[in-house]
Nanobody, 119 residues
């Protein structure tokens, strides 16, 4: 089973940028669709983005479209989420996850990384 470890979160001012990284181990990410979701305190889990295993297709939530970019490096078993023009409503714990059913049905995920955007 794949193990996922997220990193790159932090505190940033509105309008700033962060790049989240997800390192996978225990299983190659080749042929595995991957994605990110987030969860804010008191709120339900929210889909953010997904990328297919060949990096041919990507899919984004409307709330992040045009601001976030998902990418991957299969050779190094990494997945990334570049987040630009961050808004306070982007504050949440971000999780990297295996996409079981394209594009929003997630399987296993990591421990998450906190992103806090101040106004």
């Amino acid at each position: 089973q794949v193990q996922l470890v997220e990193s790159g979160g932090g505190l940033v001012q509105a309008g700033g940028s962060l790049r989240l990284s997800c390192a996978a181990s225990g299983h190659t990410l080749t042929a595995v669709n991957m994605g990110w979701f987030r969860q804010a305190p008191g709120k339900e889990r929210e889909f953010v983005a997904a990328i297919n295993w060949r990096s041919i297709s990507t899919y984004y939530a409307d709330s992040v479209k045009g601001r976030f970019t998902i990418s991957r490096d299969n050779a190094n078993n990494m997945v990334y989420l570049q987040m630009n023009n961050l808004k306070p409503e982007d504050t949440a714990v971000y999780y990297c996850a295996v996409v079981r059913e394209w594009p929003r049905n997630f399987g296993s995920w990591g421990q998450g990384t906190q992103v806090t955007v101040s106004s």
